[in-house]
């Protein structure tokens, strides 16, 4: 029997978002969309088989899902977005944060301030809609690294020819938000928001890839970017990289900081590419190099 004839159901779950509350402050993940991952073959310092074997024994199979997430971040009436996914540049199966963004219950003429973690196109592709502002009324905050990198047709010129498409795109969305003063840089560990929002400098997976703080009245939230691809490997061996690492010797370093920053502080962290909702906590497994993942659970707001 075609179970689906006769039970129809949507492929996705709907919506694609999920809030939790943390002190003053609301912590709402958007999904942009999933893609395979195909793990195996994008991880380094490791080996295929491993790779298989300790998916399978998290019951995961290859290719993994890959989740594309970006958080939305509400103080009162402040309501600033970490990220904006990556609109039309990802394909069919990406592009879903601006109707997650409205599912929650937001307009994008509702964000006052947009902070991008790094210059890679699934974080800022969503800055524009068919060629204008999707964020009518926020300001753009970019770490001055990435900016100084991907923004300067010079270092475009000086790129591998597969490279160039990417910087061509960083500047078509930017351009828009510059060309009405709506772009701010912010420098190494230096705050874009004072008082709520401050920057934490983890560079390898992108020149100035940079998490960012978030001040919440209770324990800080730690939205780290691309600081792991997946929920398994990388937490159980840090040394693990992935190919798109621009130094992933770095982007190591900075892993491991941000594990033991997250762990010692028992802050809430949001990660780009862990299962949606990419939200939960990080501690120290009993063998000394690792880490554990404990992601939040679902529970139902009151109105």
């Known amino acids: 029997m ?5 039970h129809p159901a949507r492929p996705n779950a709907a919506p694609g978002f999920h ?12 999904c942009d969309g999933s893609l395979p991952f195909p793990l195996d073959k994008l991880y380094l310092n490791t080996t295929p088989e491993h790779v298989r074997e300790r998916l399978s024994a998290h019951r995961q199979e290859l ?3 890959g989740a ?19 609109g039309d540049l990802g394909g069919p199966a990406l592009g879903q944060l601006a109707g997650n963004l409205q599912a929650a219950g937001y307009h994008p003429d509702q964000v006052d301030d947009i902070i991008l973690t790094h210059l890679h196109s699934d974080h800022f592709g969503g800055l524009i809609r068919n060629g204008d502002m999707a964020f009518a009324n926020a300001r753009v905050h970019i770490p001055k690294r990435d900016a100084d990198f991907f923004l300067d047709p010079a270092q475009m010129a000086k790129a591998p020819a597969p490279m160039k498409p990417h910087f061509k795109n960083a500047m078509a969305c930017i351009t828009p938000y510059a060309d009405v003063g709506r772009v701010t840089l912010f420098n190494d560990n230096e705050a874009p928001l004072p008082g709520i929002a401050r920057s934490a400098l983890l560079p390898g997976h992108s020149p100035g890839h940079s998490g960012i703080i978030i001040k919440t009245g209770a ?3 730690f939205c780290w970017g691309d600081i792991m691809h997946g ?3 990388q937490f159980e061996d ?4 992935i190919c798109f690492d621009v130094d992933a010797r770095v982007a190591i370093s900075s892993r491991k900081q941000a594990l033991d920053l997250a762990a010692q502080k028992n802050c809430l962290v949001a990660g780009s590419h862990i299962a949606f909702p990419g939200l939960g906590h990080v501690s120290r497994h009993q063998h000394e190099n690792a880490y554990c993942w404990h992601p939040v659970a679902f ?3 009151p109105e």
């Open 2 to 6: 075609d179970v689906s004839a006769h």
């Open 19 to 30: 809030l939790t509350r943390q002190g003053n402050t609301a912590i709402i993940a958007l």
């Open 63 to 65: 290719p993994a899902p």
């Open 68 to 86: 594309f997430n970006a958080f939305l971040i509400v103080q009162h009436s402040h309501v600033i977005l970490i990220d904006t996914g990556s």
């Open 219 to 221: 324990s800080d939230v």
């Open 231 to 233: 929920d398994v490997l």
């Open 238 to 241: 840090p040394d693990i990289a």
């Open 299 to 301: 529970e139902n707001s």
